[in-house]
């Protein structure tokens, strides 16, 4: 079960940018993210690099988290998040990211975000 303070650390590394960091340092080896009702990424390395990719594409990225809610070892976030892309085109993701947590550390995240404003 996460403590606050290590929930926080999280969301103030995704806040910064260091969002392949974020993963490399709160995931399990075993993590898996989900995307709305699609098949799950699995594998600390495999989600990095996705992320990596994701990231390669943008030219900004603004990352905020509205609110969080612990209960035991599960997490819930509201996620603000406006990526620019190398052509100039920002998305605006408005999403909840469902976590469960093992130890200190993410092993499974689902996010839920308006499914006609799909993730660059």
């Known amino acids: 079960m996460p403590t606050r303070e290590r ?8 806040e910064s940018g260091d969002h392949a ?11 898996s ?3 709305n009702g699609a098949t799950p990424r699995v594998g600390r390395d495999v989600l990095v690099a996705h992320e990596r990719a994701v990231l390669a594409r943008m ?3 603004y ?6 809610v612990m209960e035991d070892d599960r997490v819930a976030i509201h996620w603000i ?3 620019t892309d190398k052509s100039g085109k920002v998305h605006r993701i ?5 976590q469960g947590w093992r130890g ?11 499914p006609s404003r799909p993730k660059p």
């Not at 929930?7 to 995704?14: C, G, P, Q």
């Not at 960091?21 to 993590?31: F, K, L, N, P, V």
């Not at 990352?63 to 969080?68: L, T």
């Open 7 to 14: 929930l926080n650390e999280f969301i103030a590394a995704v």
């Open 21 to 31: 960091g974020a993963i490399e340092r709160y995931y399990t080896e075993d993590s």
């Open 33 to 35: 993210m989900q995307e």
């Open 59 to 61: 030219s900004h990225v």
């Open 63 to 68: 990352s905020k988290a509205v609110s969080s």
């Open 81 to 83: 998040f406006e990526l």
């Open 94 to 98: 408005d999403e909840v990211a469902l």
């Open 104 to 114: 200190d550390r993410i092993f499974r995240e689902r996010f839920f975000y308006d």
